[in-house]
């Protein structure tokens, strides 16, 4: 069974930073990527950025040269760095894991973690 779970949320002023984490877990061989999404109220869910596992990234169009993504694939563990945030950057950002388990492909979402961002 693969989990995962993100975390670093919170509550952080405009032009601040944050730090989010999401972990992989279970019988886990190989991650071909890792990337997070984000999803704002009344909002559809939104691309943020990728890692893949020969570190290629790519970044949506809002959060370049603010955001990185940066992964431990040792720990399973991929990282966003989140600077200079902006009230638009409020929402539940989600992580989205593809990798292969117990011998099947696929693709793998955490529950969210709540970034809200006051001006």
């Known amino acids: 069974q693969v989990q995962v779970v993100e975390s670093g949320g919170g509550l952080v002023q405009a032009g601040g930073s944050l730090r989010l984490s999401c972990v992989a877990s279970?019988?886990?061989?190989?991650?071909?990527?890792m990337a997070w999404y984000r999803q704002a109220p009344g909002k559809q869910r939104e691309w943020v950025a990728t890692i893949t596992s020969d570190d290629s990234t790519g970044y949506g169009d809002s959060v370049k040269g603010r955001f990185a993504i940066s992964r431990d694939y040792a720990k399973n563990t991929v990282y966003l760095q989140m600077n200079n945030l902006k009230d638009e950057d409020t929402a539940v950002y989600y992580c989205?894991?593809?990798?292969?388990?117990?011998?099947?492909?696929?693709?793998?979402w955490g529950q969210g973690t709540q970034v809200n961002v006051s001006s």
């Open positions: 989205n894991a593809g990798l292969r388990a117990s011998g099947s492909t696929g693709s793998y």
């Open positions: 279970g019988s886990i061989s190989v991650i071909n990527f």
